[in-house]
């Protein structure tokens, strides 16, 4: 495994793997790494011949100074896990090294950025996710990049973005991976306290009672979501919020006839954990895994 901190060397790298007609499979983390980063590099490795994994933390994409700062580095844990887990290449560059100081063009969401995290994280949110994966995509040039359905609405506005802007890349979108209790694993979740873990779980649960209910038949939102909000009892619970939406275009659904998307953001004392659901009958991509 090598680790490489200059994108001039990593562009260097990523050549030398497109003229050998080598496969290259990426997953874009900003580390803190865990069983899910895993099962995504897992999968990378089985589907291709090269693997990258890309270790930043990108400061354009937090709308509050103290929760970048806060944000969990474990770069040491991380390189292991990477080498254990057969990676080829792990990109780890500085914020210095990837945006210049005097930059002045970004890539900018449209609809798919304005509900759901973007009203509760800002515009600015997605416009920082969706620059830094187009500089690392030019960057790395990878063939096929992996995302986890947990940041389902990333993973819609980044497969727009490849289709938008022609991206020659396939994105795989992996299921989310969950604790014994359900809670979606989150580089977030080391931040709670004992007894905000604790309730954490209540997320989950809160999500597969509406499941159920689409499952049953139930075809009103309000209704399924006043359940929902009753299971999120814990009156340390803040919801950010709480959404039954269509899967391509995000936007609340007036009446749930096929597969829809429940996702759900909440915050305990300092720490916003988020985590979503598809529920219905019908197929649909994302349910399969796979964005093509």
Same mark, same amino acid.
């Given at each position: 495994m090598r680790q490489i901190t ?9 050549? !030398? ?20 980063? /895993? ?20 400061? %354009? ?18 390189? *292991?896990?990477?080498?254990?887990? $057969?990676?080829?290449?792990?990109? %780890? ?28 994280? $800002? ?15 030019? &960057?790395?040039?990878?063939? #096929? ?14 497969? #727009? ?12 979108? @992996? ?14 979740? /080391?931040?709670? %306290? ?7 779980? *209540? &997320?989950?649960?809160? @999500?597969?009672?509406?499941? *159920?209910?689409? !499952?049953?038949?139930?075809?009103r939102p309000h209704a399924v ?11 340390? =619970? ?23 998307? =429940? !996702? ?21 991509? &994302? ?6």
């Open positions: 200059e994108p001039a060397a990593m562009q260097t790298e990523a050549a !030398a793997i497109l003229r050998a007609g080598k496969k290259h499979g990426f997953v874009p983390t900003m580390g803190n790494l865990h069983a899910g980063h /895993r099962t995504l590099i897992d999968q990378a490795r089985a589907d291709g011949e090269i693997v990258t994994v890309s270790i930043f933390v990108n400061p %354009t994409q937090f709308n509050d100074g103290a929760d970048f700062e806060n944000y969990p580095r474990t770069l040491a844990a991380d390189l *292991q896990l990477c080498a254990t887990a $057969g990676v080829d290449y792990v990109f %780890t560059p500085t914020a210095a090294e990837i945006y210049a100081p005097d930059r002045d063009i970004l890539v900018i969401p449209d609809k798919l950025a304005n509900p759901l995290c973007g009203l509760s994280r $800002g515009r600015g949110h997605f416009i920082g996710v969706c620059t830094v994966v187009a500089k690392l995509f030019n &960057l790395v040039r990878p063939d #096929r990049v992996y995302f986890g359905q947990k940041d389902a609405q990333q993973a819609l506005i980044i497969q #727009r973005m490849i289709s938008d802007l022609n991206f020659p890349v396939k994105m795989s979108l @992996l299921p989310t991976v969950r604790e014994a209790d359900g809670l979606a694993l989150s580089s977030r979740n /080391r931040l709670l %306290t004992k007894k905000e873990r604790q309730i954490a779980p *209540q &997320l989950y649960a809160a @999500l597969q009672t509406g499941a *159920q209910m689409l !499952a049953a038949g139930e075809s979501i006043e359940k929902m909000m009753s299971r999120l009892s814990a009156p340390e =619970i803040e919801i950010d919020y709480l959404n039954i939406v269509d899967l391509a275009t995000l936007t609340d659904l007036e009446e749930i006839t096929g597969d829809a998307l =429940i !996702a759900a953001a909440i915050k305990l004392g300092d720490v916003r954990l988020i985590d979503n659901v598809i529920a219905g009958r019908a197929n649909s991509a &994302l349910k399969r895994g796979a964005i093509e």
